[in-house]
Structure formats: structure tokens, C-alpha cells
């Protein structure tokens, strides 16, 4: 009798002895978590694929409306495309400090560029830690009435302590005295590094200079005033000296002659 069950049994099929099987047995509890994970993973991989247009709007947005604040005319009443279309996107060739027509000021990816040998160079001197300089850089140009330049919108990105912070700088029509400078991106530490989105340690930056009379890059982020003097210098952030380090070098390496000195130069002298 024994024997006969035995031999049914071994006669059949794989399928037939899954689901004869009682539900808690092992075969069906691996069973329902792979498919489990299976139709989780499906479902969250089309989530991804089905949203990432909507991430990149949001993220252009999210960049635009940074722009609009670092430029002092942000207005949560208004779209935030409509009024960025208040700003002449240029691309600026670093090297030159000229505009170039080689690209779409709308659409160029400065980050993209970066990381494409064609267009960016290993950098051998780093401070801001990047590692790749884009040999091109999307500026936006806000002018006034008369058409005249009225502030001058710079990219900006370098390390800090754990993160690539990126953000901008807003200067005035001469070139040279920042309006504001803000961050749009970075992974410091929040109530540490990430006091760099603090109001009051963004408001340090408006007024500041960054040459002195006689050309000198001279803008400083440090804990006391180097002998430039306070024109010249930001508060180390208290608690976030390697954050501040951080952006300390890559103002100053963009603010530089590897960065945007060039065009810096052209704009003083009229030149764009
Ligand atoms: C968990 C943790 C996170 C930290 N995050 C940061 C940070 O984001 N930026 C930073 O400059 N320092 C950060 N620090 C502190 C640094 O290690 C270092 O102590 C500090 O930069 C020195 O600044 P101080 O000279 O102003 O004290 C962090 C420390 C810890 C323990």
C-alpha cells in the first residue's frame, strides 16, 4: 500500500506536487516572496520610468526658481517660468570669456559637458574638487529697461565636506560686487554644513567684492578677515569649517582665472 502511494507520488510532476503542497511549505513560501519582489520591483522600475519627465521638469524648475531668488526677483505669485523668461541665457566660452553661438543657451547641459572629453578638461590644479572643468558655462543676463546689464547670474560647484554643492552667484552690472550667492544642491550636514542655505549666513554675501583695486582676487571665506579687509570676507560657517573651506575654494577658483575671470574682464571693459 506504502509502496504504491510512494510510486504515485514520485510519478508526479513538478507542478502538480507544488500545489499539492500544504500553503506555509517552503517551495510555496519562496515561491510568493520572489514573485512578491518580482512584481514589487516591476512596478517601482515603471513608477521610475513613467516619472523621470516629470523629475526633470520639477528639477529645471527647481533651478530656475533658485536663479530668479539669487537674482532678488523671485515671486511665489508668479510662475516660475513665466518670469524666468525675464533672463538672456548665454553660453560663455571660459577659456575666451566670449559668448559663443556653438550651442542652445536654452537647452546646453553644463554638467553634461563637463564629464565629455570633447568639451572639458582634467583639471591637474583642483581646489573646488571637480575634478573636470567644462570648457563651457551657461551664464544668465538680466537687464534693465534700456536693455542695459543690470546683474550677471554665474554657475558655481566644488566639494565640501561630503557633497558637491552647486549653486550661483549673483553679481552686480559691474562685474564685481556680489548681490548674492546661493545653493541649489549639496548633501552637507544640516544643522552643520548645511547652514550654508541659513538666510543669515546667505545675507554675509550681498555687498561683498571679489578684486580689490588693483585686479586681486580677494573674496574670502575664513574664520577671521584676511588683510584684504571685510569688503573682501564671509564668516566661516560656526561648527562647519570644512564645509566652508569648501566653498571658499570653489568661489574662488570660479571667480578666478580658470573660471570666469575672462569673462569678468570682457564685461568690465565692454567687450559682450
Ligand atoms: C556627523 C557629523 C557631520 C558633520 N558634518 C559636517 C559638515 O557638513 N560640514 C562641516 O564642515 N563639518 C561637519 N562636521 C564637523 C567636522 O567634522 C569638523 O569638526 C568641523 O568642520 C570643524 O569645524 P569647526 O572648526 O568650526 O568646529 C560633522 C561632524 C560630524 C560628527
Redesign the pocket.
Known sequence: MSDTTENTSEKKGFIRRFLDAPADSVGKTVFVAVALCLVASMIVSAAAVALRPTQEVNALKDKQRNILQVAGIYDPEIDVVEAFAAFEPQVVELATGAFTDQFDPTTFDDRAAAEDPATSVALSDDPAGIIRKGNFATIYLLRDDAGAIDKVILPIHGY???STLYGFVALEENGNDIFALQFYEHA??PG???EVDNPRWKALWNGKKLTDENGELQINVSKAATAAGADYHIDAL???????VGVNNLVQFWMGEAGFAPFLSNLKEGKL
Do not use: D, F, K, N
Open positions: 565640501g565636506l561630503w552637507e550636514t552643520l554644513g548645511a560656526a561648527g562647519a569649517t570644512l564645509t566652508s
